[in-house]
């Protein structure tokens, strides 16, 4: 069973910082693009940062500048480093793994989730 464990989530004041981590099995994270994604009450889910498996990195331009996301290849972890956050920051936040297992096999693999909250 393929699982993506994320960690880091909390409660956090509005210019604060707060680091989130995505540990996922060997075999999945070395082929797979990571990413992490938001959802905040009453919107869609939304791209927040992307790293792919040669360390590309895309960013939302809401984040761009404020958040890192960062992957260790030897933990199989992906972080997302987040600084001087808003309160629009709050959303609960999901880890995403997508790739190919074969050319026809893709896969796209959620984790739980893990909620992020901004507050004054």
């Known amino acids: 069973q393929v699982q993506l464990v994320e960690s880091g989530g909390g409660l956090v004041q509005i210019g604060g910082s707060l680091r989130l981590s995505c540990e996922a099995s060997r075999r999945l994270f070395r082929i797979s693009d990571m990413g992490w994604y938001r959802q905040a009450p009453g919107k869609e889910r939304e791209l927040v940062a992307t790293i792919s498996n040669g360390g590309s990195t895309d960013y939302a331009d809401s984040v761009k500048g404020r958040f890192t996301i960062s992957r260790d290849n030897v933990k199989n972890t992906v972080d997302l480093q987040m600084y001087s956050l808003k309160a629009e920051d709050t959303a609960v936040y999901y880890c995403?793994?997508?790739?190919?297992?074969?050319?026809?096999?893709?896969?796209?693999?959620w984790g739980q989730g893990t909620r992020v909250t901004v507050s004054s």
């Open positions: 995403n793994a997508r790739g190919y297992f074969t050319v026809e096999s893709p896969y796209n693999y």
